[in-house]
């Protein structure tokens, strides 16, 4: 079953460099670790990008998560992550074996962060197939693995 994986968390801000120079930078919103395997298609990733963007860990005038990123057109760094398809059931090496390649990944995390803007985002990203350091403070704390 195709399946989008995120690792996403709720920030105050967040920003992602590259070799030193920063390359994306978000205010409140959401840190997005986006990774991709074998199976994945275009419509998979349109549907990541719908969840992500009406996904409810928002505090509402109750302090109760119920408003989303669209409620309060808060903002998102996508970062591609291939390590979140790291599998560690076979030791303490972890298998990378289901994370697509990066020539089949790379299509379709633009493919997320194009929809999120059609839907209406604000969409800062990384570099694909770089190293990059991403700083941010998490708010609440609060992170949630996204599983499409």
Known sequence: DPCVR???QRVSSAFVTVAGEEVGRIGRGLCVLLGVTHSDDEAVARKMAEKLWHLR???DERGV?????ADLGAELLVVSQFTVYGDTSGGRRPSWIA???PEQAEPLVTAVVE???RLGATVATGRFRTAM???LTNDGPVTVIVDR
Do not use: K
């Open 57 to 59: 860990v928002f505090d």
């Open 65 to 69: 998560m119920n408003r989303s990123a």
């Open 115 to 117: 929809e999120l803007r």
């Open 133 to 135: 350091q991403v700083t």
């Open 99 to 101: 994370a697509a390649r």
């Open 6 to 8: 995120a690792v996403v």
